[in-house]
């Protein structure tokens, strides 16, 4: 009677081990879908294949007159295009669109309006960005660049390491390790003890396919020594400290901006004619120059 009464309390447990760890991990690969506003004026809707071709990507495309160089906007976790960073992005975009530089602003899959699909923070997502890459060059642009917030800075630097023709980068507010972010923010999102943590990372990669383990954009970073990068962070982030940054901008050997600002992705809506200002000459530099 024992045995069978102790093998039942293990097999209860176990059951209940695996259901929290499946429930955490459907919570944390899945994004809150943010229905995008009324695009720019001039702005047109694409849509397109993501370089791994499991999902469509939707998008606004706002030619500039030159139509040479173009940026790719990139949102975070839950955002969608036209709320990368967290205010309203026209003035960064018309002076972009100003100097020349076409501007391509994407929903990720799984959010805005683009097809569904689980949350990777990068290891899949990285393929939308390589679709905006490839759908950009089909209508002759020759030199792009991209900026990515938060996640989508992840996705971003990942990207780049895969693809040459991302010519110039902006990272703002990146996330250096996964692994490492989830342990900082665990306790606090799930309030359950850490030992179901390993749990639903294994039951995430069932659901993704996706090792998020492996999701290192410094590890990936390193890869891009010697190309255009800069990493903008704000010194009050307390969701993505800005040593991540300092410590992706040193493994590339980038140029980094550390702003007086608070909040996650906090520089644009902080300093928005700063950071005009700064991203502008930046792409300006790195694109246009060449």
């Known amino acids: 009677m024992f045995t069978l009464a102790a093998l039942a309390t293990a097999a209860l447990a176990a059951t209940t081990y ?42 606004w495309y706002l030619a500039s007159e030159a139509a040479q160089p173009a940026v790719v906007f990139v949102h975070g976790k839950d955002a969608c295009r036209g709320d990368e960073l967290k205010a309203a992005t026209g003035s960064l975009v018309a002076a ?15 959010h805005g309006t683009s097809s569904g699909a689980r949350l990777t923070y990068g290891a899949r997502e990285r393929f939308d960005v390589l679709g905006a890459v490839d ?7 020759a030199r792009i660049g991209v900026l990515g917030a938060s996640m989508g800075a992840a996705s971003a630097l990942m990207a780049a390491a895969d693809e040459p023709a991302i010519a110039a ?32 990372l ?26 255009p990068v800069l990493v903008i962070h ?8 800005a040593a991540d940054g300092r410590a992706i901008a040193q493994a590339i050997g980038a140029e980094l901006w550390t702003t007086d600002t608070h909040g996650h992705i906090g520089s644009y809506r902080g300093a928005p004619a700063q950071y005009t200002e700064r991203v502008l000459a930046f792409f300006g530099r790195h694109l246009l120059s060449a």
């Open 234 to 241: 704000s010194a009050g982030d307390r969701f993505i400290p």
């Open 169 to 200: 980068l902006v990272a703002d507010s990146p996330f250096a390790d996964f692994g490492r972010m989830i342990e900082r923010h665990y306790r606090k999102l799930a309030r359950l003890p850490g030992f179901f943590l390993p749990g639903a």
């Open 18 to 59: 695996t259901a929290v760890c499946g429930a955490l991990a459907l919570r944390f690969t899945a994004a809150r879908r943010q229905r995008p506003n009324a695009g720019p004026p001039a702005a047109r809707g694409v849509s397109f294949a993501a370089r791994d071709g499991r999902a469509r990507i939707d998008g």
């Open 135 to 141: 759908w950009l060059r089909a209508q002759g642009h």
């Open 202 to 227: 294994a039951a995430a990669r069932l659901l993704t396919g996706e090792n998020l383990l492996h999701v290192r954009p410094i590890a990936r970073a390193r890869l891009l020594a010697g190309r």
């Open 96 to 110: 972009l669109q100003a100097r020349g530089i076409a501007v391509l602003m994407i929903d990720l899959r799984g």
